[in-house]
């Protein structure tokens, strides 16, 4: 079935995340400021969360952009995570925060920390908009998270369902029988 509109509930509203988009870009301006940061986001669904968070950060710094998948499309990941993009800044040395927009299984910001660590920066820490700890299959620390969310599949707001809904101004639940 075609991904449809109609589907959808609203979840955070338009208002909602950027109220709290601010909150974090107030948090992390006082957690890294003087420090030398590269802000790395995970593509595709990361942008329009990044463009938000990072204008809410009153502070320098390099942005970078990685992308990785571990979603063959539909709504079940495939527990394999490919590496598609690597970033084009150093972060040797550095202070590192990876933007990620949504925390699932944890497999791909798993491959992607120790991916970075490798890297030696001077630190490295994981803010995501949303974090689903139920469906968590390996341990991983997110430093900052926007909201938890229970166990449903959610689209907008960078979120897609078969690439469909990214441009929605708001998060909303898609319908699991239709999905
Ligand atoms: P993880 O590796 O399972 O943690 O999955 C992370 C990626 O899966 C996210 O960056 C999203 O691209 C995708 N994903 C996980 N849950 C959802 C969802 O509810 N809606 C849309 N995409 C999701």
New binding site residues.
Partial sequence: MEPSRDRISPLFSEARLQARIKELGAELTRDYAGKDLVVVG?L???YPFFADLTRAMELDFDVSFMQ????GGG?E?TGE?IIHKDMDTSIRGRHCLVV????????????IRHLLQDREPASLRIVAL?N?PK???VE?TVDYVGFVIED????GYG???SGKFRNLPFVGI?DPEHA
């Fill in positions: 995970l595709n669904g990361v990785a998948a571990s979603y709504t990941s995570v990620e927009d949504i925390v699932d299984t944890g497999l791909t910001l798993n491959k949303l689903k469906r968590r299959r991983v449903h599949f959610v689209v979120l897609d369902l898609y």
